[in-house]
T-cell receptor, first 113, second 109 residues
């Protein structure tokens, strides 16, 4: 069964460093999402992406964040200058155009020290 | 615009039933239900699009009221595997998705 994959599973970085989180959505999916979940808290929407551009972004998704789909398969989230409060689990999700069901990847745990 | 869920947490014995509610101050375009087990990604359960709609998935079903401002998730004859955090969510026409506040469900033997 096709699945969304994310790499790395765990990333440790120092404050102020740039990180890139990678996702490979399911191949025929058209809508892509990034979410964040701080430990023990709710899942928070960051951004949605469709037709090679951002559809919507939340107030969390400030100028430090960017997304790209550079080669038609990978979907990346970049954080330019990480802060301690960026420590969280980051989930990528995707869906087709025909269904609202989102398929989530296993997540990348980002730890900023 | 984030939906509010109640209760925040519930503990059940195997075989008992539970209801989780999801409310919004404005009509929702749709309501989705997800379950997240500890340390894992959320998993889609079902989506309701129409006011008055009811949908079932094995012993888990959901309803969406006529005004599309409230949805309830019904878990009947709970099993240990039902334990997890349940989130409702809604996606607006611009593809912005809001998860609800979450309900932690623990099923004990």
């Amino acid at each position: 069964e096709p699945e969304v994959t994310q790499t790395p599973s765990h990333q440790v970085t120092q404050m102020g460093q740039e990180v890139i989180l990678r996702c490979v959505p399911i191949s025929n999916h058209l809508y892509f999402y990034w979410y964040r979940q701080i430990l023990g808290q709710k899942v928070e929407f960051l951004v949605s992406f469709y037709n090679n551009e951002i559809s919507e972004k939340s107030e969390i998704f400030d100028d430090q964040f960017s997304v790209e789909r550079p080669d038609g398969s990978n979907f990346t989230l970049k954080i330019r200058s990480t802060k301690l409060e960026d420590s969280a689990m980051y989930f990528c999700a995707s869906r087709t155009g025909a269904s609202y069901e989102q398929y989530f990847g296993p997540g990348t745990r980002l730890t900023v020290t | 615009q984030q939906p509010v869920q109640s209760p925040q947490a519930v503990i059940l014995r195997e075989g008992e039933d539970a209801v989780i509610n999801c409310s919004s101050s404005k009509a929702l375009y749709s309501v989705h239900w997800y379950r997240q087990k500890h340390g894992e990604a959320p998993v889609f359960l079902m989506i309701l699009l129409k006011g008055g709609e009811q949908k079932g998935h094995e012993k888990i079903s959901a309803s969406f009221n006529e005004k599309k401002q409230q949805s309830s998730l019904y878990l009947t004859a709970s099993q240990l595997s039902y334990s997890g955090t349940y989130f409702c969510g809604t996606e607006n026409t611009g593809n912005q998705f809001y998860f609800g506040t979450g309900t932690s469900l623990t099923v004990i033997p």
